[in-house]
Structures are given as C-alpha cells and as structure tokens.
C-alpha cells in the first residue's frame, strides 16, 4: 500500500461541497459545559450518560486502563499536553517580604535539573504515559528530531545526578550568605522556606509533592499550597513577582498544535516578550540569549546551518539558565462517549484542536445538545488582547471564532479557511517550501516596499504613516505575501449581533499593535511594549490592495519555513483574531475607551499596576463599565480611532453596530460577540457554567473537515542480529507501517540512525537506506563497529514522515564481542 502525499492531501481539502442535509456551522445544535475538576467522576458520568464528553487530557494510568476497559468510551490520543517547573526570578531578595529567594540565581535553577528524575516521574506516577522532556522543544515535534544530536547531548549531561545538584545548590546558597544549620538552610538567621504553588487537579499533584521532598532533602523547608488553576493564577500569573508570595510552580502547557518550527519557544518562555504578565515583566535574559531568542523568535538567519547553529547555542542557554525547567511530555487521552465523534489535534488534543467546534458530532442524533465538562471554567476573565490564555476557556472561545486559515491538526500546515488564495514571495536563498497548492511561492532577488505602503503611527494624530514618508531611500523586505478573499467576503461575513464585516475590523489589529505601546496614546501599557519591540523589528509594511474585493500585501523580514505557515501569519496579523480571542471594531472599541477612562485594563499587569479591574467581557464589574460606554457611542454615533477608520465606516454602518450591540447585549448580558460556528449564548462565570449556540448564519457547512479522522503516525519495528563482532558489518532493518500497511517511501521524509556506546555516548548518524515500501535499512560498516568498545550497544530510527508531523523514535540493543 502507498499512501500517496497527494492523494491524502486530496482527501482532506477543505473545499468540499457540502450535501443537501448537511447543517450549517455545526452538526450539534448546543454545547452546554460545566466545571468538572475529577477526571474520574467524568469517566463514570459519561458511563451512566450524564456527559457526553471530557475534552481535558488524561495521563493517569489507571484511568486511561478505564478508559480501555469500558465498552462505552472512546477517546482521541495527543501528544501536545507538557509540565514542567516555574520559576519566580525576583531577588535575591523579595521586595515584598524581604525573603530569600534562591531561585534568583541560575546556577541554582540549573541545578535542580540534576535534582529531579524524570524517569521516575514518567515511570511511577505516569505509569509509561509520558516521555522525559529536559529541553524547550517538544519532543515528539520535528525541531527535537532535527537537533536529536544536540538533544541527546544535553538529555545526557542533564540526567539526573542529585549529589551533583547539592553540592552546586550549596556553593550558591553560601555565595548568597545562607547556612546550613542542623540540615536546615537558614538565612538571616531563619529557615529559608520555599512557597510552592502545587497544581491540584492532575498528574502535577504527585509531581509537585515528589520535587518538595527532594528540595527537602537537600535542607530547603517548603511550604506545600494545593491549588485549582482559578486559586494559582491571580498569584504566579497576575501577581507581582517581587511580592514574594511564591518561590516555583508546577506549570503545564499544550502545543494546540503541531509545531512545525519551535524556534519562538525561547523568546516566549525566557524573556519579557513572551506574554503581557508581571512573570514576564519579571525576566531579564543574558544579553546573548536575549538576542538569540529574539532573531529566532523573527527567523533571522539565512540557511538551515546557521538556524541549527544558534538553535543548539540558545538550547545550551536555556538549559544554564533555567527560568522553566522541562519535566515531561504527557501522551493523552480525552474521553467522550461510544457515539461521540470530534476530530482532535495530534498535539493539542480536542481541546486545542481548532477543528472541534466544525466537527464535533453525536452520530444517533443529529442537531443533538452535548453535555460537556472541564477541569475549571472561566479561571480569568475572557478579552481578545490580553484575557485569558486558560486551555479551558481557549477551547471555548475558539469554538465562537472563525479564522482565515485552519490548522491542519496532523502537520501544523494551513488549509484555507476564509481566504480564497495566497501568493508568497521570499527572497532567493531562504529555505522556504511549499506542500499545498492553495499557496503559491515564488523567490525574488529582491523584494521593495511600495511607497505608499503603511508602516508607522502616529498616536496622537491617529493616522499612519507610510514607507515613503519614512524610509524616502526606500525599502526591502525578505518576505512579501499577497492575501486575496472571496468577492462576496464581506457581504457574507457576519458577527454574531448580526453586524456586517468590514475592512475596519482587519485594520484595527495594526492599529493596536502600535497605539497600545505607545506613551503617548491614551491605551498605553507598558508590558506592550517588548512585543512591539520584536514586531517593528521585522516588520516592513502593509498595503490594503483593494477593499473589495478583499486584498492585502503583507512584507515583512521575519519568514518561515513552510509557504503555508507565512502565508497564515500574514493573514492573521491582519485580521481581528487577538492573543486571546476574537474582536470587532465596535466591541474593542468599548473596551478600549474603558481601558482609557482607566477603569479597567485589558492586561493583568496594566490591571495591577492600577489596581482596576482586569478587564472581562463576559462577566464581573467590566460589564458595567462597557454598558454604559455602549450609551455613550450610540449617543455620539461613536467611531474608535475616527481619524483612520472613519474612511471605512459610514455613519450608517456605525449606527447598526452600536444597535446590534445594544440588542446583543439586552438578549445574552455579555459582550462577547464573536464570528464563529458557536456564539456564547450565555455564561455564568461563578457558577462555571458556559453555553454554546449554533450560529445558524455561518458561511461553511459542517462538513467541510469532518473527513480528519486517524493520523497517519508510523510504527517502527527494528529487527537485526543481537551480538555483532567488532570490525565486522552489520545491518539493522526498520519496518514502517501505519495500520499494517507498509509506509509508502514517498510519503516519508527522514529515516534516520542514531548509535549509541554503552555509556550513551553518541558514536555514528546516517540516513537509513530506503529497500522498498515500509523497509528501511540501517548499514554499520566494519570500521564503525570496531569504534564501539566491547559490551552493550544501542541503535535508534527516528522515522518521520509527511503526512503527519510526529516523529517515532524506536531503539534496539546489541552486543559488541571481540
């Protein structure tokens, strides 16, 4: 059997017809979820029917054998969901409590590396669920495959040694004019006791128990405090860090998708330009690491050379440094009844998968109403800049939005979603490939600005200035992306109050990333101001080609390396999908004179540093304030930032939006209005309930990607001989399958060999040599094997193919003889 890449990429176009009885947006008419913080309780309720589904991720070994056991549920795997340990770099000392805080100092962060066995959190409390993670790449994702070397060089030196841990932990803890008295450290004259915030609701219970007691061991006293999501946030998130209320943090995160370039990962985890959060505020980078992260976080390097060389540079960087120390990466289940049908992503599961809400289905009863539950519901307030980034409400407000091009949840690639094409141009020598022909790419010697092209702008005037006013001795950019929409885009194109889409929504996202980094605007918060940094350092221009029908060019220096994946970062940063949500110009534009009259703040570290409200748009104090912001633009026919937009918005189509709002907001009590297959037909945040609706005026049918069903993920099977002679050669064959079927070698991408010494020392890498579909052969000439030292030896196939993402990486021992 060949699977065929084109065939498969065939199957699963987004451009199918729908049929006649097919529904519009969704195949279930409501989604009602509710809080459901015992993965267990949520087993034995899907059982009796009282849930239809429990999207969370499961790693726990005895309910995944539950899961197996029952004849009444199935579940979706994924391999995105990982934890590891946060820490607080405030100090040395706490500003707040005049407390010491060792894990101000790298060396100490770095050395709890050595301090912590992974493998027995993998093997004991995961029970085999999980995989060892030490560096910030996912490591089923293809930058671990492409750095394996690098990878397990650091894997090995980081292992876990726990004498090495104490002894480096006592020479800084001295440095820091602690002593150890009666097995105790003491600072000042008392015990140094740590404040760690233990996540309660997972695996993260058991592991934030096991790293306490090894800090104990080592002379630490740990202040153990169990916390939900809801009770941590407002403390390690939202908090001051240098308040001194907490020390480390059992932090989890998902990859909603698979991440085809993780080169980002070091700005978003180690400096202040990952998130808009006092933690962030919080980081202070080497000044090398600092610059690493920031050119990789923009893809400023040239060649696939230099990307590895500073890759594997910043991984050494990260690991000395340690502000995030990596645990592991869970493999997990998310339970739904036997009749119960979702495509999930491979990594991010069916609560990151961007296709849940076009998919999700009850397949006895169409236009069915599925009963849902999750951990926690709504532990931060919901707004589109900067409200929560909680995978429980992300789910939810993904559901209510539609974007302009979909996640493929087995590659990462983009499929088109609302646009009709896109054209990209890079410049000649970047590497830079095409999978899909809905994207065009094409190289150029050199790519020029237009003149007329936007760049800057000016806050108090409002108004933006272009590349020929700024740069009159012109302008070139690595990357140009040409987005064309449908004719009938913005005539078919609804919010959900009803109001028509328009070319003033998709220009507001460019207006924000400046205004609101900006000391003269009246939006101005300073945690803004590290992203905007990083954006008008690659950013180069942006041309509105024609209003209708849509078209927009997009230039940047910043690139990637898929065709798929320049094309969807042009057309998202151009289109009103936020950090946190969906936004139209009339919703914002409340929230915005809010945030102006300083009564709340989009940001939680605006919020804090003006002690308001952090700024919610479904519930809690902000709804007042944006009521009564709402009377005010009905009464002024309000325009937000008039002096630009105003050219797209009349006065007619002002005037519908601030009715549609009005009337939004008296039928739902909220005001979130998004463009999705679901809107919010009502939510109570205190009782953590939250519900659902179909949107009965969404463009697509529901069908459209109902057709992703099993990945792809191959299966690896090493044969070859068990005892080898020195000097002499050896072949060791890999079967690749996928549902029985040989893997088609025009469907795989690298098959690759890693061997190992006895002592894990890496001693040869090659490519396998292909045979046929599904065997690959592994050759060990006479002189590689007579390098191995008599006794154990290891060789390992990192296989990945094409058509999903995920690597497998599979091994086999022999024995050297001389």
Request: hydrophobic share 40%; net charge negative; aromatic share 12%.
């Amino acid at each position: 059997m060949g699977f065929g890449l084109l065939a498969f990429m065939l199957v699963f176009s987004g451009t199918l017809k729908a049929d006649e009885d097919v529904p519009v947006g969704t195949w279930v008419e409501e989604v009602i979820v509710t809080e459901e913080e015992s993965a267990s309780a949520a087993l034995t309720q899907i059982e009796v029917g009282e849930l239809d589904i429990y999207p969370y991720t499961i790693s726990d070994p005895e309910l995944y054998d539950v899961i197996l056991e029952s004849e009444d549920i199935r579940y979706e795997e994924s391999y995105g969901s990982y934890n590891e340990l946060t820490y607080n770099p405030a100090g040395p000392e706490f500003e707040g409590t005049g407390e010491l805080n060792p894990f101000s100092v790298p060396r100490i962060r770095e050395a709890t590396n050595w301090l912590i066995d992974r493998d027995y959190i993998v093997d004991e409390i995961y029970g085999g669920l999980a995989a060892a993670r030490t560096l910030p790449l996912n490591t089923v994702f293809p930058d671990h495959a492409r750095h394996i070397v690098k990878a397990r060089e650091l894997e090995t030196y980081y292992d876990y040694d726990p004498t090495r841990a104490e002894e480096v932990i006592s020479e800084e803890m001295e440095n820091l004019g602690a002593e150890m008295v009666d097995g105790v450290w003491h600072y000042e004259g008392d015990p140094v006791e740590l404040i760690f915030i233990i996540r309660s609701e997972d695996e993260r219970l058991e592991i934030g128990d096991y790293i306490a007691s090894e800090l104990e061991d080592i002379g630490f006293v740990v202040d153990r405090q169990y916390m939900t999501a809801a009770e941590a946030s407002p403390i390690w998130m939202a908090g001051d860090p240098h308040a001194g209320e907490w020390h480390l943090y059992t932090g989890g995160w998902i990859s909603t998708v698979v991440s085809r370039d993780q080169a980002g990962n070091f700005d978003f985890f180690f400096t202040p330009r990952g998130m808009a959060q006092p933690l962030y505020g919080a980081y202070e980078p080497e000044p090398e690491f600092d610059e690493l992260s920031d050119r990789l976080a923009r893809r400023d390097f040239s060649t696939m050379e230099e990307r590895e060389e500073m890759m594997e540079r910043a991984l050494d960087l990260a690991l000395e440094t340690s502000k995030r120390v990596m645990l592991v990466d869970e493999m997990s289940v998310a339970p739904m009844a036997d009749n119960i049908n979702v495509a999930a992503d491979i990594a991010g599961g069916i609560h990151g998968s961007y296709m849940w809400a076009y998919t999700l289905r009850d397949e006895e009863e169409p236009d069915a109403s599925i009963d849902m539950a999750m951990p926690s519901i709504i532990p931060d307030p919901w707004n589109p800049l900067d409200g929560s980034n909680w995978i429980y409400d992300m789910m939810l407000i993904r559901g209510t939005s539609s974007r302009p091009t979909m996640f493929d949840p087995f590659t990462g690639l983009h499929w088109d979603q609302l646009i009709e094409k896109a054209e990209v141009t890079v410049k000649e020598g970047l590497p830079v490939e095409r999978t899909l022909d809905w994207v065009e790419l094409d190289f150029a010697e050199e790519i020029e600005v237009p003149e007329d092209a936007w760049i800057g702008w000016d806050p108090e005037e409002q108004v933006f200035s272009d590349v020929g006013t700024e740069h009159p001795e012109g302008l070139t950019a690595n990357r140009k992306v040409t987005v064309h929409y449908p004719e009938d885009f913005l005539e078919e194109h609804k919010w959900h109050d009803g109001s028509t889409f328009d070319v003033a929504d998709m220009i507001l996202p460019l207006i924000l990333s400046y205004d609101r980094a900006k000391e003269e605007s009246a939006i101005y918060d300073e945690a803004q101001v590290p992203g905007y940094q990083s954006f008008i350092e690659h950013f180069r221009g942006f041309r509105l080609v024609s209003e209708d029908p849509v078209v927009i060019e997009y230039y940047s220096d910043t690139y990637y390396l898929d065709a798929e994946w320049n094309a969807y970062t042009a057309a998202w940063s151009f289109f009103p999908w936020y950090d946190q949500g969906i936004g139209a110009w009339h919703t914002l534009g409340l929230a915005l004179d809010v945030e102006a009259a300083e009564l709340a703040a989009h940001s939680a570290s605006k919020a804090d540093a003006l002690d308001v409200e952090w700024l919610s748009m479904i519930g809690g104090p902000s709804l007042e304030y944006l009521e009564e912001h709402l009377q005010e633009a009905m009464a002024d026919n309000y325009i937000p930032y008039e002096a630009t937009l105003g050219e797209y918005i009349s006065e007619d189509a002002a005037a519908d939006r601030w009715a549609n709002l009005q009337e939004w907001y008296d039928d739902k009590g909220h005001f979130w209005v998004g463009n999705g297959p679901f809107y919010l037909r009502d939510v109570h945040p205190v009782e953590g309930v939250v519900e659902l609706a179909r949107n009965e005026d969404f463009i697509d049918p529901a069908d459209r990607w109902v057709h992703f069903e099993d990945p792809p993920i191959a299966d690896v099977n090493i044969s070859g001989p068990n005892i080898v002679e020195a000097g002499e050669d050896a072949v060791f064959e890999a079967d690749i399958t996928f549902a029985g079927e040989p893997y088609a070698i025009e469907d795989m991408d690298t098959v690759a060999f890693l061997l190992f010494d006895a002592e894990g020392n890496l001693v040869e890498t090659a490519d396998a040599e292909a045979v046929e579909d599904g065997l690959w052969q592994a050759e060990l000439p006479g002189e590689v094997t007579d390098e191995l030292p008599t006794g154990g030896a290891q060789i390992e196939i990192v296989a990945t193919p094409l058509l999903v993402a995920i690597p497998t990486i599979e091994d086999t021992e022999f024995v050297i003889y001389r």
